[in-house]
């Protein structure tokens, strides 16, 4: 059984293009609570993980103006502390007024080169207004 290891490091986003899903004055629509929203964001990673333009897609459900939770797919092709390959985090969060809390895990089997085999999980919380966040992931490899 391999040794997990903690590593460390920041990510900012870009290109987040959020699209309501619904028509106005129908349930879930942009002008209701609850309702649904699909968000496509690209992510640059460095630290521990170094991933640059990062592919990911959220579900959003908001239950209030400002409150909700997502998840998503995110895709990322660089490294592990220098092991050089792509994998798929699953992430799962909540947000409010102030920010987001979200945890994520490797989807089983997508490690691809040097990554082959990855297993781990982490999280991550943003406070409105940053411009870069933190995020802690502890993984092993097989």
């Known amino acids: 059984m391999p040794t997990p290891v903690e590593t460390r490091g920041r990510f900012t986003f870009a290109d ?4 309501a899903v619904g028509a106005p ?15 496509r964001v690209a992510n640059t990673f460095t630290g521990g ?7 990911c897609d959220y579900t959003i459900a908001y239950t209030g103006e400002n409150t909700g939770s997502y998840s998503g797919m ?3 092709s660089g490294s592990v ?4 390959g792509s994998f798929v985090l699953e992430e799962r969060g ?9 945890r994520f895990e490797v989807v089983a089997g997508s490690g691809t080169g040097d990554l082959v ?3 781990g999980s982490g999280g991550f919380t943003y406070r409105h ?8 992931f502890t993984y092993a490899l097989a």
Do not use: I, M, N
């Open 74 to 76: 995110e895709l990322l």
């Open 129 to 136: 207004g940053d411009t870069s966040v933190q995020y802690a």
């Open 81 to 84: 502390d220098g092991r050089k």
């Open 49 to 55: 993980v170094e991933a640059a333009g990062t592919s």
């Open 94 to 102: 909540t947000f409010d007024a102030g920010g987001t809390v979200c």
């Open 25 to 39: 004055g129908t349930p879930g629509a942009p002008d209701a609570t609850p309702r649904l929203a699909h968000a």
């Open 117 to 119: 085999g990855l297993t």
């Open 16 to 19: 987040w293009e959020e699209t």
